[in-house]
Antibody, heavy 125, light 107 residues
Framework: QVQLQESGPGLVKPSQTLSLTCTVS??????????WSWIRQPPGKGLEWIGY???????YYNPSLKSRFTISIDTSKNQFSLKLSSVTAADTAVYFC?????????????????WGQGTLVTVSS | DIQMTQSPSTLSASVGDRVTITCRAS??????LAWYQQKPGKAPKLLIY???SLQSGVPSRFSGSGSGTDFTLAISSLQPDDFATYYC?????????FGQGTRLEIK
């Protein structure tokens, strides 16, 4: 079955750019049936959807977040990535990647399954 | 954004109990609601989608109900593996949003 795995530095300095990659195994990221998503969870807090990307490169971001996020995709490597610029301590969180089915003509399917194990990113000098 | 409010925030129960967790949306979301289970240090696991559809592989003791603004996740007979935090997620409106979580702990 499809598995997702996040990778990237666990410590980022304030004002720098956070970069994470999610590697998909057991299935093709080029499947037109899914979006590839990023979600984060500050320590001890709830879940916040960041955005997702389609294999074509189309991106969708949470408009409630400031536009510091960039999601990209590399179909040749079966990976997608997240960049967050100008980080502050408030961006300290576990960052998850996850798969989201495409909506059908009759139904919304905007749930997330499966998820990667998550990676803790701490913003600190 | 649609606000999702879960209650209670913490629930104490014993193995074998039947428990329910409530999720209320700030406006109608039809049946476009999912439930997740998260254990410490792990990723959330999808349990229920479209308010009442059980995800493949999820035990049948989990069930979901509701529509509009009020939803319920029920666990019919608690097992030791069920003690975790549960989140609801609405996906009727953009952006999708999650509840703040309900921690289910052993009494």
């Amino acid at each position: 079955q499809v598995q997702l795995q996040e990778s990237g530095p666990g410590l980022v300095k304030p004002s720098q750019t956070l970069s994470l990659t999610c590697t998909v195994s057991g299935g093709s990221i080029s499947s037109g049936d899914y979006y590839w998503s990023w979600i984060r969870q500050p320590p001890g807090k709830g879940l916040e959807w960041i955005g997702y990307i389609y294999y074509s490169g189309s991106t969708y971001y949470n408009p409630s977040l400031k536009s510091r996020f960039t999601i990209s995709i590399d179909t040749s490597k079966n990976q997608f990535s997240l960049k967050l610029s100008s980080v502050t301590a408030a961006d300290t969180a576990v960052y998850f990647c996850a798969r989201r089915p495409v909506d059908t003509r009759l139904e919304f399917q905007n749930w997330f399954d499966p998820w990667g194990q998550g990676t803790l990113v701490t913003v600190s000098s | 954004d649609i606000q999702m409010t879960q209650s209670p925030s913490t629930l104490s129960a014993s193995v074998g109990d039947r428990v329910t967790i409530t999720c209320r949306a700030s406006q109608s979301i039809s049946s476009w609601l999912a439930w997740y289970q998260q254990k410490p240090g792990k990723a959330p696991k999808l349990l229920i989608y479209k308010a009442s559809s059980l995800q493949s592989g999820v035990p049948s003791r989990f069930s979901g109900s509701g529509s509009g603004t009020d939803f319920t996740l029920a666990i019919s007979s608690l097992q030791p593996d069920d003690f975790a935090t549960y989140y609801c997620q609405q996906y009727n409106n953009y952006p999708t949003t999650f509840g703040q979580g309900t921690r289910l702990e052993i009494k």
